[in-house]
């Protein structure tokens, strides 16, 4: 579970106003999305996850999000004491309440999902170039019949890693990314991650399914459920360190 997680992330919506000219840089999406939104997303977040395998395996995820940059995941049963904790741009992976991982790394879909929306442009400008986005590049799209941004790519057949933003909606869609395959010459890896099933929620948005794609072929679906919206989060939720119990879950 946690490998798969962890690996999608490391291969691994905005637009137009009315009138408006196309954006003339990714940054410019970025600005966007922040705008359209600034003061009104929510800044806690809480939801119940039913995290699905190819091979029928289901587990449950209990999420907490403090925007920007904080998300933690605590895996049933709780008492498992299995948790993965992203914060300062770094994760850490608790395995029976023993920190077993700890390294940096910036989540890209916190920061073109949620982030984006809470903190300064450049700030989100700046982690998603070091994760590889080339933010002079932008295109228009057409994804699931709605019009997108895609920033990252000038071809829909290029390599390059690329994100996708609905244009009316100014939410994150999708993130694609291909790599030529070290075991074939001449074949390409394509890691997919999609946001869909769009709800609004607060004053903001929350796609409540997420599905991870290795090759087109489906390999983790995420749906959320008991989504609330700005929830009062206990202090020390989010801190590495010691094990605790999260508060909010209740008797989950």
């Given at each position: 579970?946690v490998?798969?997680?962890?690996?999608?992330?490391?291969?691994s919506?905005?637009?137009?106003?009315a009138?408006?000219?196309?954006?003339?840089?990714?940054a410019?999406?970025?600005q966007?999305?922040?705008?359209?939104?600034?003061g009104?997303?929510?800044?806690?977040?809480t939801?119940?996850?039913?995290?699905?395998?190819p091979d029928?395996?289901?587990?449950?995820?209990y999420e907490?999000?403090?925007?920007?940059?904080?998300?933690r995941?605590?895996?049933?049963?709780?008492?498992?004491m299995n948790?993965?904790?992203f914060?300062?741009?770094?994760?850490y992976?608790?395995g029976?309440?023993?920190?077993?991982?700890?390294r940096?790394?910036?989540?890209?879909?916190?920061?073109l999902?949620?982030?984006?929306?809470?903190?300064?442009?450049?700030?989100?400008a700046a982690?998603?170039a070091?994760?590889?986005?080339d933010?002079?590049?932008?295109?228009?799209?057409?994804?699931k019949?709605?019009?997108?941004?895609?920033?990252?790519?000038?071809?829909p057949d290029s390599?390059?890693?690329?994100?996708?933003?609905?244009?009316e909606?100014?939410?994150?869609t999708?993130?694609?990314?291909?790599?030529?395959?070290?075991?074939?010459?001449g074949k390409?890896?394509?890691a997919?991650?999609?946001?869909?099933e769009?709800?609004?929620?607060?004053g903001g948005?929350i796609a409540?399914q997420v599905?991870?794609?290795n090759n087109?072929?489906?390999v983790?679906t995420?749906?959320?459920?008991?989504?609330?919206?700005?929830p009062?989060?206990?202090?020390?939720l989010?801190?590495?360190?010691e094990?605790?119990?999260?508060?909010?879950v209740g008797n989950?």
């Open positions: 579970m490998r798969t997680l962890i690996a999608m992330l490391s291969l919506l905005a637009g137009t106003p009138g408006g000219d196309p954006p003339a840089s990714g410019e999406v970025l966007r999305m922040h705008d359209a939104y600034a009104k997303w929510y800044t806690t977040l939801f119940v996850q039913k995290t699905t395998y029928a395996r289901v587990e449950t995820w907490a999000a403090a925007i920007p940059g904080k998300l995941i605590d895996v049933a049963p709780i008492d498992s948790t993965i904790l914060r300062s741009d770094s994760i992976q608790y029976q309440g023993k920190i077993t991982l700890a940096p790394m910036i989540h890209p879909l916190m920061v999902g949620f982030d984006v929306y809470a903190q300064p442009v450049d700030v989100s982690k998603l070091s994760l590889g986005f933010l002079s590049r932008v295109r228009e799209d057409t994804w019949g709605r019009k997108n941004w895609v920033v990252g790519t000038v071809s390599l390059s890693r690329e994100f996708w933003v609905d244009q909606r100014l939410v994150f999708r993130m694609v990314q291909s790599a030529p395959r070290k075991s074939t010459p390409n890896d394509i997919e991650i999609q946001f869909n769009y709800e609004k929620l607060g948005w409540i599905a991870f794609y087109g072929e489906r983790q995420e749906q959320y459920a008991d989504v609330k919206a700005n009062v989060l206990e202090a020390g989010f801190e590495p360190g094990w605790k119990r999260p508060g909010w989950h």
